[in-house]
């Protein structure tokens, strides 16, 4: 029997992440996973509403768990590491906050019942799945792969909010999961920092010193690809490497590196397994197919 989750999937999979979405699908069909879409979901308020209005912050999530309680699973998946904060963060409050649960059951016509648990995608592929189910279905290891892990700021952080699925400053998770797959996971010390998040749209030169750092420690780690579980990670490591304050860069980006290519864990994933993702890996910014050609690994 297929392994069942709630599944959101927030406002990027169809859109500025089709590459997690086309290989999350892709990743849980070859383990059995079954996703069941969370009906009439919302936006979660993500990058704004937490800015701007903190009762609507925590209300368009907690909405989203009101619906997820008409399924029967008790998990939900959420790929979104955005997503995953703002859904987390919604049913602690609705956990904890007599007044807030009262205002939300009122306005959203629900009984909180505490019994959906919201959890990141990473979490659920690397630890409800035994080692071996996972390396069984590998038919292309990943040799040649040296990926530096990047966690970003919000995935396990802060941990009186996510909990402890991984260790707040010095994560494994995913390097554990690489690992599995037959790719070789570099260690380095820049794994949970900042990559500037939504400063990207009126702050660009900040995500730019914050990538040039990151790729910079990634390189200088022996790395040759980058390897994350956030679209909005992924949007400015894969993309403020070559369109700095969105101008295309015809030179390198820093003195002494490349850009590097960046991967959803889930397309690695799918890429060990054998899916193909010729089509999904044309959407990067940083065109990995050369490497992974040069590695004969598509």
């Known amino acids: 029997m297929a392994a069942r989750y709630a599944f959101y999937p927030g406002c990027t999979l169809h859109s500025t992440a089709t590459e997690f979405g086309s290989s999350t699908e892709a990743v849980c069909e070859v383990l059995g996973l079954e996703l069941v879409e969370i009906p009439d979901w919302n936006c979660c308020g993500a990058s704004s509403a937490h800015s701007t209005n903190h009762t609507l912050s925590l209300a368009l999530p907690a909405r989203n768990l009101a619906q997820a309680q008409q399924l029967e699973p008790d998990d939900i998946a959420i790929p979104c590491v955005a997503c995953y904060a703002r859904l987390i963060a919604a049913d602690l409050a609705l956990k904890e906050d007599d007044s807030f649960r009262a205002e939300m059951e009122s306005t959203l016509g629900f009984a909180y019942a505490g019994r959906v648990r919201p959890r ?16 069984d279905r590998v038919t292309k290891p990943l040799k040649g792969l040296k990926v530096a892990s990047y966690y970003g700021c919000l995935l396990v952080r802060p941990p009186e909010i996510t909990g402890r699925w991984d260790d707040p400053e010095h994560p494994q998770t995913m390097d554990r999961l690489m690992e599995l797959l037959g790719a070789e996971a570099v260690p380095w010390s820049y794994k949970v920092d900042c990559c500037g998040a939504s400063l990207t749209l009126n702050r660009s030169d900040v995500v730019v010193h914050l990538v040039d750092r990151l790729v910079q420690a990634a390189h200088e780690a022996g790395a040759n690809a980058i390897v994350n579980a956030c679209p909005m ?66």
């Open 120 to 135: 990141h995608l990473l979490d659920i592929l690397a630890n409800d799945f035994a080692p071996e189910t996972l390396t």
């Open 233 to 298: 990670c992924m949007a400015n490591v894969d993309g403020r490497q070559r369109f700095r304050g969105g101008i295309p860069l015809p030179r390198k980006p820093g003195p002494d590196y490349e850009p590097l290519p960046v991967f959803y864990v889930t397309e690695l994933m799918a890429l060990a397994y054998g899916v193909p993702l010729n089509k999904v890996l044309g959407k990067h910014m940083v065109d990995p197919r050369p490497l992974l050609k040069q590695l004969d690994l598509l």
